[in-house]
């Protein structure tokens, strides 16, 4: 109040010296161009004078009156894609299994709004996103329980995806679902481990049927099959459908609901550190994230996000935040040395067209070799893709395509397989990256020991996009309940890690 009560003193002070002013009437005068030109000082230029300043003053009482406590009004510019300063979860990763953990977190809340949960995203063109560069399939021939039952469940929120996903006044959901199968082929020296599978996933719940050669023959007369001791194939919820659809949809849907989409990169975390004692003695240092920060692309502009809970799902580079943390970095072989086990690797997948080739009746056929291939649309086309020896992993700097790995590593072993494919043409290809669990090749799902309020859905190794409906439930239940509801997942939490015993996976593609 008293700089209004100066500012009024100021303008009568102005007011009085210009009344003192003589006023002067119109007057004409000739101009260099001898044009006349009329202009006017005195009473009518004394009136506006005021009335501009009038309108200064009232401008500036108005931003004043802004500023004021409960105002919305900033001297800054506010740059609009900031995420909110404050939320209840942050999901880290805007990938299709960090999308469906915020699709089930608003379906489990129980008041409208109850949860503020925020999607953080550093690539919205998902160019470089491990979802839609996959091959796209699903299906329950693994060899463990936990990965059967997650790939049952998923299969079955695809076949009702639109009582899930449908959204109002939208086109509804077409995954563009083929139901042609996985056909796994074994030679002498690993039939036995495919009827050990077998039993596994029929024992879960999964249609799956054992071919003898000569049965597989009759069903596929395009395969070669002499080296052939058994074959497994899938006679429901099985296929391959479109990656970037289920994405989408689940965006799309969990945005619907209220989630906070937000472009940024997590670039740190601000922690409370809390030591403790463990059973044998070691001293740990257990952390509690407070604050995401959260820096907008292109820019150094970041905006710290308060947080109770934090969703690690950041696929192959999701290690880096731990890193950030600073957790791992002990010793070997201790707790405060459990680091995260995941890394990216890089896979190729080629597209080949082959006018002789299977057709329609083309299942995802996996060789004991480790090639792949499935039909890719009609008109001949296939995409394949094969894993390479351990010691000859390629760079994960960027995603180029070594073009040779098809030439000497994957064509021979096509062309063994599917005589038709000795001839063929390579039309494109690109890569993608796994998020590849060093451990035991199986996902981890919940807390790190020493991330007091950081829960993890990472680790999958090829096979995240096919579970992400069941896994994303899964992490909810985590978080809202306290433990699994629906399936019993605890054999995929961190404790194994700890315990050193790893949960392997027999069935990786």
Not at 10 to 21: A, C, E, F
Not at 275 to 293: L, Q
Not at 467 to 488: F, H, K, N
């Given at each position: 109040?008293?700089?209004?009560?100066?500012?009024?003193?100021?303008?009568?002070?102005?007011?009085?010296?210009?009344?003192?002013?003589?006023?002067?009437?119109?007057?004409?005068?000739?101009?260099?161009?001898?044009?006349i030109r009329t202009f006017t000082t005195g009473r009518i230029l004394h009136n506006k004078f005021f009335k501009d300043l009038e309108n200064q003053f009232n401008a500036a009482r108005d931003k004043v009156a802004d500023a004021l406590p409960g105002s919305q009004w900033s001297p800054f510019e506010m740059n609009p894609n900031l995420p909110p300063e404050r939320a209840d979860i942050v999901i880290i990763g805007g990938g299709v299994i960090g999308w469906s953990i915020a699709y089930w977190l608003k379906k489990k809340e129980r008041v409208r709004d109850g949860v503020k949960v925020i999607v953080v995203e550093k690539d919205p063109t998902y160019s470089q996103a491990s979802t839609v560069l996959s091959a796209g399939g699903i299906r329950q021939q693994f060899s463990l329980t936990e990965n059967i039952q997650l790939s049952l469940a998923s299969a079955d929120f695809m076949r009702n995806i639109n009582e899930h996903l449908g959204v109002l006044n939208q086109e509804p959901v077409d995954l563009q679902f083929n139901h042609s199968g996985y056909l796994f082929v074994a030679n002498e020296s690993v039939a036995h481990i495919m009827e050990e599978n077998y039993s596994t996933q029929r024992f879960a719940g999964a249609k799956v049927s054992l071919l003898s050669p000569v049965q597989l023959k009759e069903k596929f007369p395009w395969i070669n099959t002499e080296d052939v001791a058994l074959a497994s194939y899938g006679l429901e919820n099985e296929g391959w459908f479109d990656p970037w659809t289920l994405l989408n949809a689940f965006r799309q849907k969990a945005i619907s609901m209220g989630v906070i989409q937000s472009i940024g990169e997590v670039t740190g975390f601000n922690c409370t550190l809390n030591?403790?004692?463990?059973?044998?003695?070691?001293?740990?240092?257990?952390?509690?994230?407070?604050?995401?920060?959260?820096?907008?692309?292109n820019s150094?502009?970041?905006?710290?996000?308060?947080?109770a809970i934090v969703v690690n799902a950041a696929g192959a580079f999701s290690a880096k935040l731990v890193d950030m943390m600073g957790i791992g970095t002990g010793p070997k072989d201790t707790l405060s040395g459990m680091a995260l086990p995941v890394e990216p690797r890089k896979r190729f997948i080629y597209v080949f067209n082959c006018p002789d080739g299977p057709g329609l009746d083309c299942p995802f056929l996996v060789d004991y070799s480790g090639i792949y291939f499935r039909r890719e649309g009609l008109g001949g086309n296939y995409i394949t893709g094969t894993s390479p020896e351990e010691d000859a992993?390629?760079?994960?700097?960027?995603?180029?395509?070594?073009?040779?790995?098809f030439q000497e590593k994957i064509w021979p072993s096509l062309a063994h397989r599917v005589p038709a494919f000795e001839s063929l043409k390579v039309t494109s290809a690109w890569a993608g990256y796994y998020d590849y669990n060093t451990f035991d090749q199986n996902a981890i799902l919940g807390i790190h020991p020493l991330a007091q309020n950081m829960f993890f859905a990472t680790g999958f190794s090829g096979h995240g996009l096919q579970?992400?409906?069941?896994?994303?439930?899964?992490?909810?239940?985590?978080?809202?309940?306290?433990?699994?509801?629906?399936?019993?997942l605890k054999g995929l939490g961190f404790q194994r890690i700890m315990a050193k015993e790893p949960l392997l996976e027999k069935n990786i593609v």
């Open positions: 109040m008293l700089t209004w009560r100066n500012m009024h003193v100021t303008v009568r002070t102005v007011s009085g010296l210009l009344n003192s002013h003589r006023v002067i009437r119109s007057r004409e005068c000739m101009c260099a161009h001898g044009r030591r403790m004692d463990t059973v044998d003695g070691e001293t740990v240092d257990v952390k509690r994230i407070k604050h995401v920060n959260v820096r907008m692309p150094r502009e970041y905006q710290p996000v308060e947080c992993e390629p760079d994960v700097s960027n995603l180029d395509v070594d073009h040779e790995f579970q992400s409906p069941a896994a994303g439930r899964a992490v909810a239940e985590l978080i809202l309940d306290g433990s699994y509801q629906t399936l019993d």
